[in-house]
């Protein structure tokens, strides 16, 4: 009786100690944020450094698992979800960032920024009323970022004015509202709006046969594989946020979420600087490899006035005055 008594005994304490055990680790919170970016590019090594640190300074009780390749689907699909509770954030740029606030898509405005620091005053004086706004949608901005200058890329014609576009099948991000604006403007031109992931396969077969892209983005995605013509004046800049649900943060805790925030801020600035001289070096390489076409003044001057009309139209398709506290039209 007494040895039957002692085992009970021993088991039961064995249990309770692996309870008790288990109790005192951590739970792991699995943060799933979602990008269009391979994992082995500039912003797959960022955010994959992003979710070491997280992990070490939570002690495990965060884990970040990003989804590359924009295997959850588009932009659009991403913040939708983001909406829903499937994931926790996103990795996007203007046009994604606009299907939670509008008027973010005018920071991509053609002709309206010639340097990243005209760029960097605009996004700085609007990113509060930004902010705010994309805040009151239900979501948490970690940071914003660049996805690279925007020039355009043609495949076995050069363009070199607005009128080389005439006849030709431009790709351009299916929610980008200023492209399809800047297209009317010009006219004559039969436009292919597309998800990003649909552009390889399309300038693949054809069906496109330009694009406007950061040069590190062409890279990246294989674009330029299948470009090779290169205008090198500029016609914008492309940028990008990382956003969270507050209803995903809000379940971290005060503690983790916090961690989370401050090496969200220090990954999107080292991103910045990353990938403004990642986006440099990509530049360089396609113009070895490419037919170039330096853009004189007026013809520059043939495209602002092309920009400046496509601006009119689009001023009055946002809400608000973004436009005009940029300055441009």
Known sequence: MKRHFLTALAVGSLITVARAA??????????????????QSPWGKVFSAWAKAVGDKTNGAIEMQWLWNGTTGPEGSMVAKVRSGQIAGAAITAPGLASIHAPIIALQMPGAFKT??????????????????ITKAGFYVSGWSDIG????????????????LRGKAPGYIANDLIAA??????????????EVGEFLPMLTSGAINSLTAPSVTAEQLQWASRLDHLNTGVVGFGVGAVVFSEAALA???IENR???????????????????????????????RMTVHDMTEAERADW???????????????????LAKIGYC
Not at 150 to 164: E, G, K, N, Y
Not at 264 to 273: K, V
Request: aromatic fraction near 6%; hydrophobic fraction near 40%.
């Open 22 to 39: 288990s109790a005192e680790q951590p739970s792991t919170a699995k943060i799933r944020i979602a990008t269009l970016a391979p994992k």
């Open 116 to 133: 990243w620091a005209a760029l960097d005053r605009a996004r700085d004086a609007l990113k509060g009323d930004f902010d705010t706004a």
């Open 149 to 164: 200058v925007r020039h355009t890329l043609s495949r076995r014609f050069a363009v070199i004015r607005p009128v080389d």
């Open 181 to 194: 604006k800047v297209f009317e403007a010009i006219g004559g031109i039969t436009p292919r709006p597309a």
């Open 251 to 253: 379940k971290l805790g």
């Open 258 to 288: 916090e961690i989370l925030e401050t090496t969200g801020t220090a990954a999107n600035l080292a991103l910045t600087r990353l990938i403004r001289s990642e986006d440099d070096q990509a530049f360089a390489r396609l113009k070895k």
């Open 304 to 322: 602002e006035r092309v920009w400046k009309k496509a601006c009119e139209s689009v001023k009055t398709a946002l809400p608000g005055d973004v």
